[in-house]
């Protein structure tokens, strides 16, 4: 079940928000954090039922070893205890989501002679695994209370935020579920609510699906990247793609989770107008990458204030964010050029040069365009032919025509690649200058605004209007 289907926007969702708000009108608080639990397991189970399983027990084991992590032990042993535990969770992610690329490796240098094996990896698992090696860890450093275990499996499994972030921590969300003033239908939450899935529907459905069919037919085509000026639309369309699509995602789950009272932070701050990558990686997927300096580049830091050494723990934090953005040798290397990257902008900001705000924007854009062989290529070979393309070596352009609003590239017939040149230029115009979704819905909010209403109303039957198909989010598999 897709936050982008007729199903979840007209069926599930209201049964649980009815739901919900009925058993908190009879005080049954518990019974209606039971309620959401299996709607969230419910939701979960929707597209496979069987990984249900491996969620729950992953729940289990984290919160046992939550549990021993408070007691009364040694700290060496409360050490070793944690090391077992993040241990047991990569393990459980190296083998859903690493299995068939490591596999593949040793097979191919005949380190285990055997077959791959396919592996379909759990909805969500990397999300939910890190939001669990996280708790464990602020257990460790006693800086986590004693939840209970319905609370604790709410917190892991709250359904707006659970396949696809963003990656919430304990003390934003537990306290949250026992706030009885957060127990009563709050008319200012609904519309920010719909509001906010009203735009992450549009961003999705109108945008992202708007550009997946030009995507998808230069990513299966032989020959398409041959030329100049394709490339480099087919660039620009992938980086709108993914803006739109996980922030679509992001802003849909803002919009459920403020239904139910229950505010997520904020995961996308108009990325495509930072001032420079480190300001950009500042800006996107920022639970994720919260996740990483509190947990991975911190903890490194603390060993040395050294420049150098600094830099270094920069550039190991990215090669795992590669890492975890996919299991292939493409995304490792986009991971570390990512990591040079903000190393370089680092030492620039130790000279002190500054350059124009608009400059700079456009730089780090640019920047961000170039890096996009190293996401939706398959193999290192085909990432950098078509870098070599982009960068006007082998120079060569194809024509096009306008049809309309679309632009069509005059390929072989019938093999004609074509896009909506209103689509990718209002998409353009939208990431770079325009403010994000949740200032936008403060501003609605404090304007009480019926006209704003009607034109929300409006723009909600057309998203809907818009669902010809669900496709599913970009990071619907991670």
């Known amino acids: ?44 189970g929707s597209y496979k039922i069987d990984y249900i399983w491996i969620l729950l027990i992953s729940i289990i084991f984290n919160y046992s070893l939550s549990y021993i992590l408070k007691l009364n032990l040694e700290k060496i042993l409360k050490k070793y205890i944690l090391i077992f535990g993040i241990t047991g969770n990569i393990f459980l992610l190296i083998f859903f989501k690493y299995f068939s690329f490591l596999a593949g490796l040793f097979e191919k240098v005949s380190i285990i002679p055997f077959n791959t094996m396919a592996i379909i990896m759990p909805l969500g ?23 209970n275990i319905i609370d604790y ?17 304990h003390q934003e969300m537990v306290p949250q579920f026992n706030d009885l003033s957060k127990k009563e239908i709050n008319q200012d939450n609904i519309y920010f609510g719909i509001f906010m899935i009203t735009i992450g529907l549009l961003k999705k459905v109108v945008f992202a699906d708007g550009l997946a069919d030009f ?83 911190y903890p490194l830091s603390k060993r040395s204030k050294n420049f150098l050494y600094t830099l270094g723990n920069i550039v190991i934090v990215f090669l795992l964010y590669g890492l975890w953005q996919g299991s292939n040798l493409v995304n490792i ?40 062989p190293f996401i939706k290529m398959e193999n290192l070979k085909d990432s950098f032919n078509l870098l070599k393309i982009l ?21 072989q017939p019938p093999h004609n690649a074509q896009i909506n040149i209103l689509i990718l230029l209002l ?52």
């Open 1 to 44: 079940m897709l936050f982008n289907s007729l199903e979840f926007l007209f069926i599930f969702l209201p049964i649980v928000f009815i739901g919900y708000f009925i058993l908190n009108k009879f005080k049954l608080y518990k019974t209606a954090k039971i309620f959401l639990i299996i709607a969230s397991l419910y939701f979960y």
């Open 125 to 147: 698992i990397s999300f939910f695994t890190i939001q669990q090696i996280s708790y464990i860890i602020d257990c460790y450093k006693e800086e986590a209370k004693n939840y």
């Open 153 to 169: 499996t709410l917190f892991i499994c709250f359904f707006p935020q659970l396949l696809s972030g963003p990656i919430v921590r």
């Open 215 to 297: 995507i998808n037919y230069c990513t299966h085509t032989v020959g398409v990247f041959e030329y100049f000026n394709i490339s480099w639309t087919y660039c620009v369309s992938v980086v709108l793609q993914g803006y739109f699509d996980f922030s679509g995602y992001c802003d849909m789950a803002l919009g459920i989770g403020i239904l139910f009272n229950i505010s997520l932070p904020w995961n996308f701050n108009s990325p495509y107008q930072a001032v420079s990558i480190t300001d950009y990686w500042s800006r996107w997927n920022m639970t994720l990458i919260r996740f990483f300096k509190t947990y991975i580049y």
């Open 333 to 372: 290397v986009y991971g570390l050029l990512n990591g040079i990257l903000v190393f370089i902008n680092k030492i620039w900001e130790k000279l002190n040069i500054v350059i124009p705000k608009q400059l700079s924007v456009a730089i780090t854009f640019i920047t961000i365009l170039l890096t996009v």
């Open 391 to 411: 960068l006007g070596v082998d120079f060569s352009l194809i024509n096009f025509k306008l049809d309309g609003l679309n632009m069509i590239f005059m390929l």
């Open 427 to 478: 998409g353009l115009f939208i990431v770079l200058f325009f403010k994000n979704s949740t200032q936008l819905a403060s501003l609605y909010i404090k304007s009480n605004n019926y006209i704003y209403t009607v034109i929300l109303v409006i723009l909600f039957l057309f998203a809907v209007l818009s669902i010809t198909k669900s496709h599913s989010f970009v990071y619907f598999n991670f």
